[in-house]
């Protein structure tokens, strides 16, 4: 679940209070308990920080998860809930959310489920915390050194930069693609902020994290008697976020019958409410992420085509640290100065060995695991960061050998066709990222353009390519 954060469980059964925190003990967060609402409110109020989530019953003896998520977010807005209900029901979970939740559970609690959407809330606050410093900043119009995930001087990284600063003042739809953890909500954050409608609202709703039943619902809204459960009328993100800016992350998460009503939305540029009778114009700005490959999912039927277009009139793809290795000090740095500052260690800084590690580190999870790492390290450290001090998958890496890129099954493998399978999803990333365009595929490849060429013919992909957005100049 990343690094460790503090949690407070509220319920007034006392074996789901210890079950959630043996589960989020286990993961090495910080948990405290409170057995109803003016527990935890006195729990809040006397807390020296805001917590990082709140995981609250909704129906208690002494009160609603309703106020206590009231009183968790007039303390911080940033603090993440969950609500756990076992009276679920679409105008419950939705009143939850409009209250600020992030997202809610069902009794009887599941195991993998609860550990799903405490990582997925962390993970939202995480990046609420890295864009503390942002907003100050893109108002300027310059580059963001204080936001970790806008530093960066590798050739890859600015162009994603000088591209989003490009497209930020036009009314074009945006598709921000990348691996997660690379930044994709803060490019996001800085579009809006660089366009003409920074004064405005800036709404993000992430796509696999409300149930598919609560979906359309969040987006459109809904009018009173619309379901069983709508005893009164509720105001969707369309509507909230007109003349701003709406963030749909995760989009390609989007159940099909909800891309073809998110579609019509965006070609009409008008809305019909759940239960309601009468189209709603709205002026939204659409800014979409994902990291998942749409054009596949097109080609898998199961991403409309059309949509697909309407929303990637504009992509920007952010790098993985694997394309930026030369921004990773500088990187590290700057969540060395950030989290020594925010914990009194001013003078803590890395080992020669501890910062060897960090630099052989693959790190998979890009920006959002390098940060949770440092955190740590700070965390735990004394006068120095020594590698003890780094996560296990950190230490571990720099003790296994080089040469070990990937392990051999027990009975065998077909190598050709392994490597040919290898070839041919490397060069569909590339044409990918390169938006179609041969002579930069080739360059992200490290192969000139004739041997791009052969090798399309090869395995058969020249005709995938010709469809491409094409500016090769070579013959």
Not at 63 to 68: H, I, K, R
Not at 413 to 438: C, F, K, M, P, Y
Request: net charge neutral; charged share 25%; proline share 4%.
């Amino acid at each position: 679940m990343g690094s460790s954060a503090r949690i407070l469980v509220v319920d007034d059964e006392a074996s789901l209070r210890q079950m959630m925190e043996v589960l989020l003990r286990r993961v090495g967060h910080e948990v405290s308990l409170a057995s109803g609402v003016r527990e935890a409110s006195e729990i809040l109020g006397a807390s020296p920080a805001p917590y990082d989530l709140v995981v609250t019953d909704l129906m208690m003896a002494d009160g609603t998860g309703l106020d206590v998520i009231d009183r968790a977010r007039n303390i911080s807005n940033d603090t993440q809930v969950i609500v756990v209900t076992a009276h679920g029901s679409v105008e419950t979970a939705v009143d939850a959310m409009r209250r600020g939740a992030y997202g809610y559970l069902e009794k009887p609690l599941g195991v993998a489920a609860a550990r799903a959407i405490v990582e997925k809330a962390l993970e939202k606050r995480e990046l609420l915390r890295t864009n503390a410093s942002l907003r100050t900043i893109v108002r300027s119009m310059q580059p963001a050194p204080e936001s970790g995930a806008l530093i960066g001087k590798s050739a890859s990284f600015q162009a994603a930069m000088q591209l989003a600063r490009r497209v930020a003042p036009s009314k074009a739809g945006v598709l921000i693609t990348g691996q997660t953890g690379t930044g994709k909500e803060l490019f996001a954050r800085a579009i809006h902020e660089w366009s003409d409608r920074k004064e405005l609202p800036f709404l993000v709703v992430n796509c696999g994290a409300i149930p598919e039943n609560l979906m359309e619902s969040e987006l459109f809204g809904h009018e009173k008697g619309a379901f069983t459960s709508a005893t009164s009328r509720h105001e969707g993100v369309f509507r909230k976020a007109d003349r701003g800016t709406l963030f749909l992350d995760e989009v390609g998460e989007l159940p099909m019958p909800l891309q073809v009503k998110l579609l019509r939305a965006l070609q009409e540029r008008k809305i019909r409410s759940v239960g309601g009778v009468q189209e709603v114009p709205v002026d939204v700005r659409i800014v979409a992420a994902t990291n998942r490959d749409l054009s596949q999912m097109v080609k898998e039927k199961t991403f409309r085509e059309d949509l697909y277009y309407r929303l990637n009139v504009l992509r920007i793809h952010l790098p993985p640290i694997s394309e930026r290795r030369e921004d990773l000090e500088t990187l590290i740095e700057h969540f060395r100065l950030k989290f020594t500052q925010e914990q009194g260690k001013p003078n803590l800084g890395f080992s020669p060995e501890s910062l060897r590690a960090m630099l052989t580190y693959a790190w998979p999870g890009n920006v959002r695991e390098l940060e949770n790492a440092v955190e740590r390290a700070v965390t735990l450290a004394q006068t120095k960061i020594h590698v003890d001090d780094l996560p296990p998958e950190v230490l571990g890496s720099s003790t296994r050998g080089s040469n070990e890129v990937v392990g051999l099954p027990p009975g065998g493998i077909d190598l050709e066709a392994t490597l040919e399978r290898i070839e041919r999803s490397l060069i569909r990333q590339a044409l990918e990222r390169s938006g179609g365009v041969r002579t930069r595929a080739a360059q992200i490849l490290g192969l000139t353009f004739r041997s791009l060429r052969y090798r399309l013919q090869k395995l058969g992909m020249a005709a995938d390519a010709q469809g491409e957005a094409e500016v090769d100049n070579e013959t």
